[in-house]
């Protein structure tokens, strides 16, 4: 990782633990500079109330839980931004790097309002705000799983 002094890099996977009986969530691990500061790991049933909506109203899917990542790491964005802070966030779906950038429109109805929750987060922060693709390897290699 190369970091530039003020930079946050935010690394976020959705993961489906068993699709038979809908156990999913996703990790987030933050770093300023060099230095891991947060990580959390967070399952659909035990979500912040924003999300809690999401989980029980639309079929979890891992496109699901990749853009329940993404929420968890644009809101932990949101307080590095307030702070002045650029923010890379790095996540492994291309499908989410795309829909955030305007590469590809979402047409999966049960991800839309997700995808709609996570644009509205993302365009407010978009002058410092970054969303890349990163391999499944690497996050694997933050995240650790």
């Known amino acids: 990782m190369i ?3 003020n930079d946050v890099m935010i690394y976020a996977d959705g993961f489906m633990k068993s699709k038979k009986e809908h156990i999913g969530g ?3 691990a933050v770093f300023l500079e060099d230095k ?3 990580y959390f790991k967070k399952y ?3 979500c912040i109330p924003v999300l809690q ?3 029980n109203q639309i079929p979890q899917t891992n496109n699901t839980s990749e853009y329940f990542s993404l929420i968890y790491a644009l809101l932990t ?3 590095f931004y307030k702070r002045g802070h650029n923010i890379n966030i790095h996540i492994d779906s291309e499908l989410l790097v795309n829909h955030m950038n305007d590469y590809a429109e979402c047409n999966t109805i049960h991800l839309r309002p997700m995808y ?3 644009k509205k987060i993302y365009d407010k922060m978009k002058d410092r705000l970054f969303i890349q693709w990163v391999t499944r390897n690497k996050l694997v290699e933050i995240l650790g799983h």
């Open 26 to 28: 996703c990790s987030v």
């Open 3 to 5: 970091f530039k002094p």
């Open 36 to 38: 891991r500061i947060v």
């Open 116 to 118: 709609r929750n996570c």
């Open 44 to 46: 659909f049933d035990d």
């Open 53 to 55: 909506k999401y989980v």
């Open 77 to 79: 964005a949101k307080e």
